[in-house]
C-alpha cells in the first residue's frame, strides 16, 4: 500500500495539461536572461553607429548653447530635446528586450494565455512556509548556481580585461574615434565572451528545470488509477450506465410491439416483431426482437394488443440473428416475410 503512494510514476499528458492550464510549466530563466542579453547584445553593436552619431548632434546642441542664457523657456526645451534624444536611442533597445523575452519563453513551451498565477495565493505570505523555502533544496541549488555563475562570468572578464591592459599606453597615441572603435571592438569581445558563460549556464538550467519540473509532477501509482477511473469512467458506474440504457432501449422496444403487424416465432426461444408500412417504407421494419424470457413478454404483450403470432422458426431465428431492432429487412428475407404477412392479412380479412 505504501507503494502505492510514493510518487515515482512519471507525470501522464493529462496531468501535465492541467498543470499547464494553471500557469505550471518548465521554464528557465537563466534561458531568458541569455536570449535577452544576446539580442540586446546584437543591436547595441549594430546600433552603435547610429547611437554615435546622435549622440554627436545632441553633444553639439548643447555645445552651442555655451555663453546663451538660460531662461525657463530654453530650460524646457533643454530637457525636451534630451528627452527625445534619448528616448529614440533606447526604444530600439527596450523593444528588442521585449522581443527576446517573449521569444524566451514561448520558445520554451509555447504561447499560454492563462490568468491562473495572478489569482492570490495567502499560502504565499505565511511565514512559516516562507521559511521553508528560503531553506529549501531548489533556493540552494538557485543560489549555488547564480554565485557559480557570476564567479566564472567575473574570471574571464578579469582575464580579458588583463589581456587588453597592455594595448592601453597606446591609446593616449590614438584620436578619440579611433579609441572609441578600440572600446567598441574590445567591448564585443568580452560582451560575446560573457555570452559564452551565461549560454553554458542557460543549457545546463534549461535540463535541470525540465527534470526538476518533470519530478515535481511524478504522480503515484493510487494517483494513476485514479486517474484513469475518472479519464475512462469507474467500471462499476459504466457499467450501471450500460444497464440502464438496455433498461431504457428494451423499454422502447417493448412500446412498439402493440404497433407490429405480426411476430414471428420459434415456439419456445426466439420472438421478432415485424411492422410494414405501406405508405412509408419499402419494405418492412423489425421493431422488436429477444430470447428466452424477453421472447415470452414479446409474445405475451402481442397476445394483449392483438397482434398476431405466427409460428415459424427457421425465419424467426434467421430475422433475430441477420437484422438488428429498428432495421429494415434484407432482400433474401422479402419473399419468407411477405408470405408470413400475407398470411395475416388474409387471416384479419376472414375475422
Known sequence: MADDLEKTEEPTPKKIEEARKDGNVPKSMELVGFIILLLASIIIIFYLKIVVGRMEEYFEYIFSLIGKEITVERFFNIVIKTSEYFFII????????VLAAIIGNVAQFGFLFTTKPLIPKFDKINPIKGIKRLFSAKTFVEGLKTT???????????????????????????V???????????????????????????????????????????????????????????????????????????KRMMAEVPKADVVIT???????????????????????????????????????????IVENPPLARELY???????????????AVAEVLAYVYKAKRMF
Do not use: C
Not at 574571464?156 to 599606453?169: A, C, D, K, R, T
Not at 560573457?194 to 542557460?202: Q, R
Open 148 to 174: 557559480l555563475k557570476v564567479f566564472i562570468a567575473f574570471l574571464v572578464g578579469f582575464w580579458l580585461f588583463l589581456s587588453f591592459l597592455y594595448q592601453i599606453p597606446r591609446l593616449e597615441l590614438m
Open 266 to 308: 420459434n415456439p419456445t426461444h426466439y420472438a421478432v416483431a415485424i411492422r410494414y408500412d405501406k405508405e412509408k417504407e419499402d419494405a418492412p421494419r423489425v421493431v422488436a426482437k429477444g430470447v428466452d424470457n424477453l421472447a415470452l413478454k414479446i409474445k405475451e404483450i402481442a397476445r394483449e394488443a392483438g397482434v398476431m
Open 90 to 97: 533606447l526604444l530600439p533597445v527596450m523593444f528588442v528586450i
Open 176 to 250: 578619440i574615434f579611433e579609441q572609441l572603435k578600440w572600446f567598441d571592438n574590445k567591448a564585443a569581445v568580452i560582451i560575446f565572451s560573457m555570452l559564452g558563460v551565461f549560454f553554458v549556464f542557460a543549457v545546463i538550467d534549461l535540463i535541470y528545470q525540465r527534470y526538476s519540473y518533470k519530478k515535481s509532477l511524478r504522480m503515484s501509482k493510487q494517483e494513476i488509477k485514479d486517474e484513469f477511473k475518472q479519464t475512462e469512467g469507474n467500471p462499476e458506474v459504466k457499467a450501471k450506465i450500460r444497464q440502464l440504457q438496455r433498461e431504457m432501449a428494451k
Open 321 to 335: 440473428k441477420s437484422v438488428d431492432v429498428d432495421e429494415i429487412i434484407p432482400p433474401k428475407l422479402y419473399k
